[in-house]
């Protein structure tokens, strides 16, 4: 197979021009193209009166191969290998059945490769599946009834179901191709297999959660929905079994000798529960901060110019990243086209946002979190759970604030930057479910985290420009962007507990769907490998 990249094409460039610029380069005749595939398909659009896609192919030719890449003496031309998924030996031979606690991506990739190879996992979900938990969610956004246990946090798919389903990841694993294989084969658009910035949109992962618990299930493994993990039995050391308890107030025993810690980084009882059991774990820096909403069409134009609104292109996205003189990093995070903000609480009393956006990303607004870095230095003690307590501490004061409603606190750019609270919304709309109250938001996040977003937001403005437009609005507070704790593990993916596998981002070892699914099959992996006289 050849590699070719950097083929650069415009907007409305067809398959046939892109086969044409392929053979073009490869010098070859067209006859000799067996198949071509998009690898990757990315825009560029730095110079704003020519936007254009840059697609990266593979080729399978006639002939010789290697001596056809030798000819093109071209960078842009080389070897490649189709990639191939290799599961490690079995050595696991055990009776028990393992256990997986969330069924996040984490958990799903955990359990579907526990299931494949025939060890029947039994899944423990504290949420409800899909249907039931999208009915909870809204139900919360419209009457403001928040269920702790079945909410944008917990429930069939974790939280990244309500998001945008963005798939974008700074690890090079090579699993991250299975990931994206597996995603695609249970219903999630095509085009996550080659698009650069790729996203499945939160109406759209629904019916591809479900496909995954429907395979588990097939094999012979279980999902026990409305299940919450309350204790872990622990003997010599070694995982011996696990409770839970289910909707009714039961509480069950699974002995098991294999558990898989999926519990997503809002499971803040789950993870009190584990260090009272003495699993070891430190503290990890988080970041702390608010949405910023702009009009979909305004950051459109901003970034692509007099091609705003080409039906190709569709919402325009943005990353942007800083650090103030004398201040601490600053950057935008999970930014969300054509989307909206959302309320994502999972403990009552307590007020948290998220941004989400549907396949289409066709929303009013486009939002992104505005973060500043918490290190672990700024945490109220050296317990390991501090960053807990500074998190749901701001959303407390949060939820106070904006009037104990679970509306959110919320303040125009202007008036943030004039340190003047804000009275009511102007040109944008604000679009959190809840409803937010206007006022400062000076007075829910920390000092040094207000500090940085003011310096962030004049330099930011410079690099997309009207990024700090007066009327754009900052929605807080977004605590959970990740764990503030890591469960220390060791080479074979345990703690100091055997048995006791700590996995994904409530773990401290993920950010997002993509990293966290392949954490969760090397976990599975490390299951399968245990040679542990059991």
């Not at 750019?413 to 679009?431: E, I, Y």
Request: glycine share 10%; with cysteine; hydrophobic share 40%.
């Amino acid at each position: 197979m050849i590699r070719i990249t950097e083929i650069k094409l415009p907007l409305e460039a067809d398959d046939g021009e892109l086969l044409r610029a392929a053979v073009k380069t490869l010098g070859c005749s067209g006859k000799m193209i067996k198949s071509l595939e998009i690898s990757k398909k990315a825009i560029d659009s730095r110079n704003k009166s020519n936007i254009f896609y840059v697609y990266n192919v593979d080729v399978l030719t006639e002939g010789d191969e290697e001596s056809l890449v030798s000819k093109c003496g071209s960078s842009k031309v080389s070897l490649a290998k189709p990639y191939e998924y290799k599961e490690p030996p079995i050595k696991r031979n055990s009776v028990f059945k393992p256990v997986v606690a969330g069924f996040g991506p984490a958990g799903m990739f955990a359990a579907l490769t526990l299931a494949r190879a025939g060890f029947k996992p039994i899944v423990l979900e504290r949420g409800r599946d899909v249907d039931k938990r999208t009915a909870d969610v809204k139900r919360f956004w419209s009457a403001h009834e928040l269920d702790e246990n079945s909410n944008v946090q917990f429930g069939e798919g974790g939280a990244g179901t309500f998001s945008d389903g963005k798939l974008t990841t700074g690890i090079k694993d090579s699993l991250c191709r299975k990931v994206f294989l597996e995603l695609a084969s249970k219903g999630a658009p095509e085009e996550i297999l080659y698009s650069a910035k790729p996203h499945i949109g939160t109406d759209r992962l629904s019916n591809v959660v479900k496909r995954f618990r429907e395979e588990i299930v097939s094999l012979g493994g279980e999902v026990r929905f409305e299940c919450r993990l309350v204790d872990v039995i622990i003997a010599n050391n070694t995982v011996f079994g696990v409770t839970y308890i289910d909707a009714a107030g039961n509480k069950t025993d699974i002995e098991t000798d294999a558990l898989i810690l999926c519990i997503g980084h809002s499971a803040r009882d789950t993870v009190e529960m584990l260090y009272n059991k003495g699993i070891k774990m430190c503290q990890k820096p988080f970041s702390v901060g608010a949405r910023i909403e702009h009009p979909r069409e305004f950051i459109d134009k901003a970034q692509y110019g007099r091609f705003a609104g080409h039906p190709l292109l569709g919402a325009a996205d943005y990353k942007m990243a800083c650090h103030p003189p004398h201040g601490r990093g600053a950057y935008t995070f999970c930014m969300c086209p054509g989307g909206t903000v959302v309320a994502a609480s999972s403990e009552r009393g307590g007020t948290v946002v998220n941004g989400m956006s549907n396949w289409a990303r066709d929303a009013e607004n486009s939002n992104s979190a505005l973060l500043v870095g918490i290190e672990t230095q700024d945490f109220p003690s050296e317990h390991a759970l501090s960053g807990v307590d500074l998190q749901r501490g701001i959303e407390r004061t949060a939820f106070t604030v904006a009037g104990g409603s679970y509306a959110a606190p919320a303040q125009l750019v202007g008036d943030f930057l004039a340190s003047r609270p804000s009275s009511k919304a102007d040109f944008v709309k604000p679009s959190c479910p809840t409803g937010v109250t206007f006022g400062d938001i000076r007075s829910v996040l920390p000092k040094r985290v207000t500090d940085t977003m003011v310096q962030a937001l004049v330099k930011m403005d410079k690099m997309l420009e009207g990024f700090a437009m007066s009327d754009a609005v900052l929605t807080a507070p977004e605590t959970r962007s990740s764990s503030p704790v890591r469960i220390l593990r060791n080479e074979f993916f345990q703690s100091n507990i055997a048995g006791l596998y700590p996995c994904g981002e409530g773990a401290g070892y993920a950010g997002g769907i993509v990293s966290s699914a392949v954490d969760g099959i090397r976990c599975a992996f490390a299951v399968m490998e245990d040679e542990r006289d059991l």
